[in-house]
C-alpha cells in the first residue's frame, strides 16, 4: 500500500479496527477514512454503494462485525448472523463495484470445526460440525471469506481474509454478560478484589485450551499482510501458544492482584475443548507476535481501569 493511498478502515472504533488505524498511523499511512455507525450503517446497501461510489477507497479492512461472547451468541443467533453477513456483504461487494485495489476481510477462529484437528491449519475450514454455542457468528464469517474467494476466481479481485484466534488489549468489551473470556475474568477479578469477595466462580471445569493474541499484534499482522499477501485461503492469527482456562484465570488474578479462591460452577457450558491455531502460514509469510500473554494482561487491566464499561452491571 502506498503511504498516501485512500485506506478505509470499517469499524474503526472497535477493538480490532482502532488497533488498525494506530498501526497504520505509526507506520505512516496518512489518508485513513472512517466513518462512524451515525454516519454510515454497514447494513444499509444503499448507504454502503453511496459511500464506496463518493470515497472510492483503494484498500479496505473490513473490521466490522457484531461480536460477542458465549451467552451472547446463545441468545441472538439470529442477529449474529443476519448482522454480519449483511454488513460484509454489503462491504465487499461494494469495494468490488468500485475497483478497490485490495480488501483485507477479518474473521475469527470459530470459523474452524468444533473437533477440527490441533493445531488447526487453514485447509481444516468445513471439514465438520461447527460449535453449536456460536455456530450463527462462524457461519457468517466463512460466507465473508468465500465470498471474497469466489471474487477473486470470479473476477480476478485481489481479497484476503485473516482468521485470529481469541483476541484482547485496548478498547476490549468489558461488559458484565456480554463480553469474551479474558475481559469478562479482568472485569470479575477488579470487582471481587475491589469488594472484599473471598471467592471468585467461573464457568465450566476450567478444562477447555485457549490460545491470546493481543489485538495491537493483530493489527501489525494485518498491514503485514495486505502488503505481502495474495491468496484465496485464508491466514491464521494467533501465537502457537495455549493454556488452559484454570490456568488463565489464575494469571490474571495473579496480574490483578486478586488473592481469594476461585470455584467452578460446571453446571456451565465449557464451549470447545480446544481452540490452537496452526500459525506456520504467518510464520513462512515472515510475521511473528510480540506480546507475551502476561504482558498483555497488564496492558489490558491499564485499559479497563480508564474504560468507560467500567460503570456498567
Same mark, same amino acid.
Not at 103 to 125: K, V
Given at each position: 500500500?502506498?503511504? !498516501?493511498?485512500?485506506?478505509?478502515?470499517?469499524?474503526?472504533?472497535? =477493538?480490532?479496527?482502532?488497533?488498525?488505524?494506530?498501526?497504520?498511523?505509526?507506520?505512516?499511512?496518512?489518508?485513513? $477514512?472512517?466513518?462512524?455507525?451515525?454516519?454510515?450503517?454497514?447494513?444499509?446497501?444503499?448507504?454502503?454503494?453511496?459511500?464506496?461510489?463518493?470515497?472510492?477507497? %483503494?484498500?479496505?479492512?473490513?473490521?466490522?462485525?457484531?461480536?460477542?461472547?458465549?451467552?451472547?451468541?446463545?441468545?441472538?443467533?439470529? #442477529?449474529?448472523?443476519?448482522?454480519?453477513?449483511?454488513?460484509? =456483504?454489503?462491504?465487499?461487494?461494494?469495494?468490488?463495484? !468500485?475497483?478497490?485495489?485490495?480488501?483485507?476481510?477479518?474473521?475469527?477462529?470459530?470459523?474452524?470445526?468444533?473437533?477440527?484437528?490441533?493445531? =488447526?491449519?487453514?485447509?481444516?475450514?468445513?471439514?465438520?460440525?461447527?460449535?453449536?454455542?456460536?455456530?450463527?457468528?462462524?457461519?457468517?464469517?466463512?460466507?465473508?471469506?468465500? +465470498?471474497?474467494?469466489?471474487?477473486?476466481?470470479?473476477?480476478?479481485?485481489?481479497?484476503?481474509?485473516?482468521?485470529?484466534?481469541?483476541?484482547?488489549?485496548?478498547? #476490549?468489551?468489558?461488559?458484565?454478560?456480554?463480553?469474551?473470556?479474558?475481559?469478562?475474568?479482568?472485569?470479575?477479578?477488579?470487582?471481587?478484589?475491589?469488594?472484599?469477595?473471598?471467592?471468585?466462580?467461573?464457568?465450566?471445569?476450567?478444562?477447555?485450551?485457549?490460545?491470546?493474541? +493481543?489485538?495491537?499484534?493483530?493489527?501489525?499482522?494485518?498491514?503485514?499482510?495486505?502488503?505481502?499477501?495474495?491468496? #484465496?485461503?485464508?491466514? !491464521?492469527?494467533?501465537?502457537?501458544?495455549?493454556?488452559? $482456562?484454570? %490456568?488463565?484465570?489464575?494469571?490474571?488474578?495473579?496480574? $490483578?492482584?486478586?488473592?481469594?479462591?476461585?470455584?467452578?460452577?460446571?453446571?456451565?457450558?465449557?464451549?470447545?475443548?480446544?481452540?490452537?491455531?496452526?500459525?506456520?502460514?504467518?510464520?513462512?509469510?515472515?510475521?511473528?507476535?510480540?506480546?507475551?500473554?502476561?504482558?498483555? $494482561?497488564?496492558?489490558?487491566?491499564? #485499559?479497563?481501569?480508564?474504560?468507560?464499561?467500567?460503570?456498567?452491571?
Amino acid at each position: 500500500m502506498e503511504k !498516501n493511498a485512500r485506506i478505509y478502515v470499517a469499524g474503526h472504533k472497535g =477493538m480490532v479496527g482502532s488497533a488498525i488505524m494506530r498501526e497504520l498511523k505509526r507506520q505512516g499511512y496518512t489518508n485513513l $477514512i472512517t466513518k462512524s455507525h451515525k454516519e454510515l450503517d454497514l447494513c444499509r446497501q444503499n448507504e454502503v454503494e453511496k459511500f464506496f461510489a463518493e470515497e472510492k477507497p %483503494e484498500y479496505v479492512f473490513l473490521a466490522a462485525a457484531k461480536v460477542g461472547g458465549i451467552v451472547a451468541n446463545s441468545e441472538a443467533p439470529a #442477529d449474529f448472523m443476519w448482522v454480519n453477513m449483511t454488513l460484509e =456483504m454489503n462491504v465487499i461487494h461494494s469495494a468490488w463495484q !468500485n475497483s478497490c485495489k485490495k480488501l483485507e476481510f477479518l474473521g475469527s477462529s470459530c470459523i474452524y470445526p468444533r473437533l477440527a484437528p490441533q493445531p =488447526m491449519p487453514e485447509s481444516c475450514l468445513l471439514t465438520s460440525a461447527l460449535e453449536e454455542t456460536n455456530e450463527a457468528y462462524a457461519l457468517a464469517k466463512i460466507s465473508g471469506l468465500k +465470498y471474497c474467494s469466489y471474487l477473486n476466481r470470479q473476477y480476478g479481485t485481489d481479497y484476503i481474509s485473516v482468521m485470529p484466534t481469541n483476541l484482547y488489549g485496548p478498547g #476490549d468489551n468489558y461488559h458484565p454478560t456480554n463480553s469474551h473470556v479474558l475481559p469478562a475474568l479482568i472485569r470479575r477479578f477488579h470487582e471481587a478484589k475491589e469488594s472484599g469477595y473471598k471467592s471468585v466462580t467461573c464457568w465450566g471445569d476450567g478444562s477447555p485450551l485457549r490460545e491470546f493474541l +493481543y489485538v495491537d499484534d493483530l493489527a501489525n499482522l494485518c498491514v503485514f499482510l495486505m502488503n505481502h499477501y495474495s491468496g #484465496d485461503e485464508t491466514v !491464521n492469527a494467533g501465537t502457537g501458544k495455549e493454556l488452559t $482456562i484454570k %490456568e488463565l484465570t489464575e494469571l490474571v488474578a495473579k496480574v $490483578i492482584g486478586y488473592e481469594g479462591e476461585i470455584l467452578w460452577d460446571t453446571s456451565r457450558p465449557n464451549g470447545t475443548p480446544r481452540k490452537l491455531l496452526d500459525v506456520s502460514k504467518a510464520g513462512k509469510l515472515g510475521w511473528k507476535y510480540k506480546t507475551e500473554l502476561e504482558e498483555g $494482561i497488564r496492558l489490558s487491566y491499564e #485499559d479497563f481501569l480508564h474504560s468507560p464499561m467500567r460503570a456498567e452491571r
